[in-house]
T-cell receptor, first 113, second 113 residues
Framework: GQQLNQSPQSMFIQEGEDVSMNCTSS?????WLWYKQDPGEGPVLLIA?????ELTSNGRLTAQFGITRKDSFLNISASIPSDVGIYFC?????????????FGGGTRVLVKP | EAQVTQNPRYLITVTGKKLTVTCSQN?????MSWYRQDPGLGLRQIYY???????DKGDVPEGYKVSRKEKRNFPLILESPSPNQTSLYFC????????????FGEGSWLTVV
């Protein structure tokens, strides 16, 4: 079953706001990845994290690999309308899991009316 | 242009009628994978392949088959589709494994009635 819990499930953003989302698990993950999916398209990789404690940025996006290796966070600063979409975390459970990739349920980002 | 191409993009079929969703990539990638996306569950891996004639089960392989006879193609076969296989399916590829940048296809909407 699902091993990655992503929250919130959905959120509304207002242009200029900073937003955060996270992914947690009861299991230790070896690698964390963050993807964004635009409507009608496949997911696109945003950030990859390979070491516990690692903090990586990609433009206005910043993600961190939790020190316990059981969680990861994604922050979007100064949000803009094109940030709307579904954000997924994904991870490699362990080296023993080989080439399997586990995805979270997604955080749907919407614009405040 | 580098791309992953899936066909068909949309299909409505009846229970028990065998169908194949094709996937082709033009990037000479070794790794290919199939995912299904369902609301609230994120993407769940069905099968993956590290190279020609090498395939492995993902998290939800039941009811599906795959083959990798050529590097560029990785078809998903539903021998006897059932309504619980109604979903959005994504094929993906990457140079060597899931931790490289993965390129996703545009998705195939499948409805089984």
């Amino acid at each position: 079953g699902q091993q990655l819990n992503q929250s919130p499930q959905s959120m509304f953003i207002q242009e200029g706001e900073d937003v955060s989302m996270n992914c947690t698990s009861s299991s230790i993950f070896n690698t964390w990845l963050w993807y964004k999916q635009d409507p009608g398209e496949g997911p696109v990789l945003l950030i990859a994290l390979y070491k516990a404690g690692e903090l990586t940025s990609n433009g206005r996006l910043t993600a961190q690999f939790g020190i316990t290796r059981k969680d990861s966070f994604l922050n979007i600063s100064a949000s803009i309308p094109s940030d709307v979409g579904i954000y997924f975390c994904a991870g490699q459970l362990s080296k023993a899991a080989g080439n399997k990739l586990t995805f979270g349920g997604g955080t749907r980002v919407l614009v405040k009316p | 242009e580098a791309q992953v191409t899936q066909n068909p993009r949309y299909l409505i079929t009846v229970t028990g009628k065998k169908l194949t969703v094709t996937c082709s990539q033009n990037m000479n990638h070794e790794y290919m994978s199939w995912y299904r996306q369902d609301p609230g569950l994120g993407l769940r891996q069905i099968y993956y392949s590290m190279n020609v004639e090498v395939t492995d089960k993902g998290d939800v392989p039941e009811g599906y088959k795959v083959s990798r006879k050529e590097k560029r193609n990785f078809p998903l076969i539903l021998e006897s589709p059932s309504p619980n296989q109604t979903s959005l399916y994504f094929c993906a590829s990457s140079p060597r494994g899931p931790l490289n940048t993965i390129y996703f296809g545009e998705g195939s909407w499948l409805t089984v009635v």
